[in-house]
């Protein structure tokens, strides 16, 4: 085999099961807790005057959408951003030309009084570009994707010399870089995106994280390789389970390897409006409460400067858990692989007609009202469309025997759902529940506590007798106490979920734990009691990291508790009950199931965030895009603004819409191009067309009508 070039580290094989080659390495670890918030340690990279990193805030970022080469409107959106808190700007640097504008924008950017905000370029493809950026901008953002590979989708085999070759060929593309971001105290990122792997990567690894990790490290070893160190990492995926699951094994290996760099988190392609929202709060959140991050960008197809708002909350609520390494809270294991995504087994359980929860069912949704409302309930819904996102289950509570009473005569209509949930206070006894009788398969919902051994089985005696479901709201330590009777029990009809507070579910909890790790350790629980039984997950004002009343902090509070939840595999039903509209509670539950790729309601749309090489409106045209398709269950379809990560972030993409040339489109099947350079004003009717003959399209509701 050929030499590597001099102090070029070879690549370690991956720690994980069914790698070979990994079985003597040592366990998983990614994260010193899974149930609060430790924030993981990392060294201090500068960019410009900004600190990333070790004892830093997370940094808010954003990009301009604007041709660089255009400087006077690249400087006006830079300007806009930092004026409403963007601390790092990206700028795209397409070419050598657009590169050498960074220059001058960087010069009137700073004349403009932004000299303490640090401006990044964005290089994919051209080292020569990123040569020329470097000498302006304060940090390189390079793909390690395509930086010094063409994508070609080529498949063949590399040998092990082959291999070496390869990354021979890359230590010599990418180090006279590296050398002159140390000459000059620059700062680099080496941005992995899942769409755009190297064909190398590719057919050694395939399109997994696995391969997005080494990716990343190829490029970092190199770097390391020359005693540079100030390098930031990104995983970026537009499908937030692969994005966390690569951030996760990226830092994994890098512990193994005793690496301590910071992270810069996104999900990209996240799309606009209230979705990308959601998915950009899954992916990013979930990272940020296993204590993973330390910049983050929200990537949306709209304005840019609306991206810092949303990510300013999200980095504000995730800060409020920080503080000195504390003792206490729940531990152990919640039986989740975090590095390949495996749904919970779960008993199946009847809970009406078409509304099974259990193997290969989609998580249930419910939503919370009042008794008084229920007549008007059904002819809300009517006004909103909910053939693919119904009411499956209705959550009622019950504070008294009076309050039953009023309840049992509000169901005497049937409402508009398959079950009914009653959340029963204590004051409300078995006694109390004779006269019930409900048209509907009926949950009763009721909080046990450690020493209620007895009480559950007198509840469960009773809901058995009736054909009725026990919802068991516990804090998880409280299982541990319940779990003989629970053994007893078994997993018959019973449903459980927790819907208290962090510090309630453990006494002593430090201000670090958080309620998604309370949801790991109540699965934790079961498992370690044997028990199948399906787990309601519950988004409540007391389970907040840090609630207010605004939609945008209940939007990311449900994300954060149900997303993530979901993207570990854990959850059977659903219910976001700090939003008191029911049709707006409704549709944030389906927005995040969809988000989380756990049950898909409406049209998948991947868009990406704009930026300088975009050669269409993406705003304007994934609008007019959604408005004609976004009936279509079930197909997903990418738009992208050019080619860099187009075929690769529509690998599992059913139809592809991407800027070929200006004015031009090319159209997709998958990654297959099957259309190219198609005139812009004929590529609506020509995407319409070529779902048509792919047999996926079905006439909207009211034209059918």
């Known amino acids: 085999m050929t030499p590597r070039p001099s102090g070029l580290p070879s690549p370690r094989s991956p720690s994980r099961p069914g790698v070979p080659g990994t079985e003597n390495q040592p366990p998983l670890s990614y994260c010193a807790s899974r149930f609060r918030t430790v924030r993981r340690p990392t060294i201090e990279v500068r960019v410009g005057s900004v600190g990333v990193g070790g004892n830093n805030p997370i940094r808010l970022q954003s990009m301009t959408t604007s041709d660089t080469q255009d400087i006077a409107a690249t400087v006006r959106q830079s300007i806009a951003l930092a004026e409403v808190g963007c601390e790092i700007v990206r700028i795209t640097a397409p070419n050598v030309q657009a590169a050498r504008c960074l220059r001058e924008i960087r010069s009137q950017f700073t004349a403009a009084g932004f000299a303490a905000v640090p401006l990044v370029a964005d290089i994919h493809f051209l080292p020569q570009a990123a040569m020329e950026a470097v000498e302006h901008v304060e940090k390189v953002r390079v793909n390690p994707g395509n930086y010094a590979d063409k994508k070609k989708f080529a498949v063949r085999e590399y040998s092990d010399a082959d291999y ?77 389970k692969v994005m966390i699951e690569a951030y996760r094994l990226l830092v994994d290996r890098m512990q193994g390897e005793d690496m301590r760099y910071p992270l810069h988190l996104g999900v990209t392609e996240a799309g606009d409006g209230e979705d990308g929202r959601i998915k950009s709060a899954i992916g990013i959140g979930s990272l940020l409460l296993d204590g993973l991050g330390d910049t983050i960008r929200v990537s949306l197809t709209e304005d840019s400067v609306y991206e810092i708002p949303v990510a300013r909350a999200i980095a504000e609520k995730a800060m409020s858990l920080w503080g000195e390494p504390e003792s206490g809270g729940p531990a152990g294991d919640d039986g989740v692989d975090p590095y390949h995504f495996a749904r ?73 759902a398959a079950f009914i949930v009653l959340e029963l206070a204590e004051p409300v006894g078995i006694a109390d529940l004779t006269p019930l009788s409900t048209p509907l398969r009926t949950v009763l919902l009721r909080r046990f506590r450690a020493q209620d051994g007895s009480l559950l089985h007198e509840w469960a005696a009773l809901a058995r007798l009736r054909g009725w479901v026990l919802a068991c709201d516990a804090a998880p330590p409280d299982l541990t106490a319940l779990a003989p009777a629970l053994r007893e029990l078994k997993d018959h009809d019973l449903i459980f979920t927790w819907s208290g507070s962090p510090a309630e579910s453990a006494p002593g909890a430090p201000r670090s734990a958080h309620s998604l790790g309370s949801y790991r350790a109540l699965a934790g629980e079961l498992r370690a009691a044997g028990l199948r039984a399906p787990i309601w997950i519950r988004a409540t004002a007391a389970n907040a990291v840090r609630g207010d009343n605004s939609f945008l902090s209940k939007l990311i509070e449900a994300s954060w508790i149900a ?138 509701a009211v034209a059918r009508a």
């Open 344 to 416: 919970r087994e779960t008993a199946a359980l009847d809970l009406g007609p078409s509304c099974l929860t259990g193997p290969e069912q989609p998580p249930r949704v419910i939503v919370r009202t009042q008794a008084a409302d229920l007549p008007s309930l059904a002819s809300k819904l009517a006004s909103i469309k909910v053939e693919d996102t119904p009411i499956e289950g209705i959550l009622i509570a019950i504070e008294s025997p009076a309050a039953l009473a009023d309840a049992i005569r509000a169901l005497a209509s049937p409402p508009p």
């Open 563 to 700: 997303g993530g939840l979901l993207c570990d595999g854990i959850g059977d039903l659903i219910s976001v009950e700090t939003e008191a509209d029911a049709s707006r509670s409704l549709r944030l539950s389906y927005n995040i199931l969809q988000g989380a790729g756990a049950r898909i309601s409406k049209t998948e749309f991947v868009a990406c965030p704009s930026c300088g090489r975009t050669l269409f409106d993406l705003q304007t045209t994934t609008q007019r895009i959604r408005a004609q398709t976004g009936h279509l269950k079930g197909v997903k379809i990418a738009i992208m603004g050019c080619i860099v990560n187009g075929p690769g972030e529509m690998a599992d993409a059913d139809f592809g819409y991407v800027g070929g040339a200006p004015g031009k489109i090319n159209l997709y099947v998958g990654k297959q191009c099957v259309q190219f350079n198609i005139p812009q004003t004929e590529a609506d009717a020509r995407l319409i067309a070529l779902i048509r003959e792919r047999g996926k399209w079905i006439e909207p």
């Open 164 to 240: 070496e070759a390869e990354l021979r060929r890359l230590h010599d593309a990418f180090s006279p870089l590296v050398l002159r971001c140390k000459e000059l105290g620059r700062a680099l990122r080496i941005g992995t995106n899942h769409g755009s792997l190297s064909d190398r990567i590719m057919n050694r690894y395939g399109d997994t994280p696995l391969g997005m990790v080494e990716s990343a490290l190829e490029f970092l070893r190199i770097a390391e390789s020359h005693g540079f160190r100030q390098s930031i990492l990104s995983m970026k995926a537009s499908n937030p």
